[in-house]
């Protein structure tokens, strides 16, 4: 429907594009998927022929403008896979959502007299189910004196849902990944492999269930029952913050729930988004929730630091092809200790290996199937 829009033919036509998949330029042009072909420097001189191009890099350097503002909201990222302690980026799992971070931003921004109203941008496939529930304790502190509008990204799912639903208002964009309401656990059970590869493993315990957790073997029936039982409690709580802040029943989530994943258009249809838009949809709900009107001006307070005077000047070597810009394009090569004394090596391999792994979320599943609960979908979408 969205190509049949944009290019103005028929749902028809629309299919016969999909069936065909594949177009090379001239072929794209006759078939109407594309209406010329140019190289990106012709294409300003030719959309933009009297105006002046300014790249990103130099709005980076350029000071900010300054103008009146009516209001101010806070605005808190949540991006990233949700686990305890602090935000940050790991080299295998990509951005983390720290819980601890996060908690201290809304505390933050609810205790500040200036700011008016806080806005949650959201971008998870979920994660730790205790990380999630500090979260949503935080942003129902912060409603105590003042609204929190939510903005979901790419993916608002099971941990990211859980810390979106008590919202005033969720916007989410026609297709970002919501819902995935529900809880998984579980462990490895590595017993197999260490027995190929010759390892004996003995255990002293003290308690029936001392080795619930351990990898070695599964689980008894009666741990089964236990665990089971946790799951289905964490479960049921879930249902409950969803139909808390949805103002719907516990049967009406339940319809929706049990891991399902809707796109946006979807949960709104379903009653799990209230508006489609991305953050500046969300930005012009805060003036109207505050009383003021779209063209009235609104500070955002965030707590990204500004990039430093390094960091501007790296920014700008990239863009304009420097020393930093001709090193990544040798890493590119594949053979990044060729002329340095090294032997040659292919870089790909890793990376490669690397990426797949994040991407697919084997690397943050891992890392959480140690037992705890994991409101996080147990599986990812990917669209190509």
């Known amino acids: 429907a969205g190509l049949a829009r944009g290019r ?90 720290g819980s601890e971070t996060i908690v201290e931003e809304l505390q933050s921004l609810g205790e500040d ?56 208002s969720i916007f989410a964009d026609p297709g970002t990944l919501t ?29 029936d269930n001392a080795l619930l957790f351990s990898d070695e073997g599964g689980f008894t029936p009666e741990q089964r029952t236990l665990f089971e039982g946790q799951m289905n409690n964490f479960y049921e709580r879930f249902l409950a913050k969803v139909a808390e802040g949805r103002g719907m029943t516990r049967d009406e989530v339940h319809a929706i729930a049990q891991g399902r994943v809707w796109t946006g258009n979807q949960g709104l249809t379903n009653g799990l988004v209230d508006g489609i838009g991305g953050l500046h949809r969300a930005v012009t709900s805060a003036k109207w929730m505050l009383g003021l009107q779209e063209s009235d001006r609104i500070a955002l307070q965030s707590f990204g630091d500004d990039l430093s005077l390094l960091e501007k000047m790296l920014l700008k070597s990239l863009r304009e092809g420097g020393g930093l810009a001709r090193l990544s394009a040798v890493l590119q090569a594949g053979d990044p200790l060729a002329g340095m004394g090294g032997s040659s090596v292919n870089s790909a391999v890793f990376p490669t290996l690397w990426h797949s792994l994040r991407e697919d979320g084997t690397l943050a599943a891992v890392s959480l199937m140690d037992g705890r609960p994991v409101a996080m979908m147990p599986y990812w979408i990917r669209l190509r």
């Open 8 to 97: 103005k033919v028929s749902p028809e036509t629309v299919q016969s594009w999909i069936d065909q998949g594949m177009y090379d330029t001239p072929a794209a042009i006759a078939a109407g998927l594309a209406d010329t072909a140019m190289y990106f420097e012709q294409m300003l001189d030719t959309r933009f022929p009297d105006e002046d191009i300014t790249h990103f890099g130099d709005y980076v350097l350029a000071p900010r403008k300054k103008g009146k503002t009516r209001a101010t909201a806070g605005l808190v990222y949540a991006t990233g896979v949700i686990m305890p302690g602090p935000s940050r980026f790991d080299n295998f799992q990509g951005k983390i959502a």
């Open 113 to 168: 007299e200036d700011v008016d109203i806080v806005i949650l941008r959201v971008d998870s496939p979920g994660g730790s189910a205790l990380a999630s529930d500090l979260i949503w304790q935080a942003i129902r502190e912060v409603q105590e004196d003042k609204p929190v509008i939510v903005s979901m990204s790419g993916m608002a799912a099971s941990g990211g849902y859980y810390i979106a639903c008590p919202g005033d």
């Open 179 to 207: 819902g995935s309401i529900g809880v998984y656990a579980g462990k490895m059970d590595r017993s197999q492999m260490y027995r190929k590869i010759g390892v004996n493993r003995e255990f002293i315990t003290r308690g």
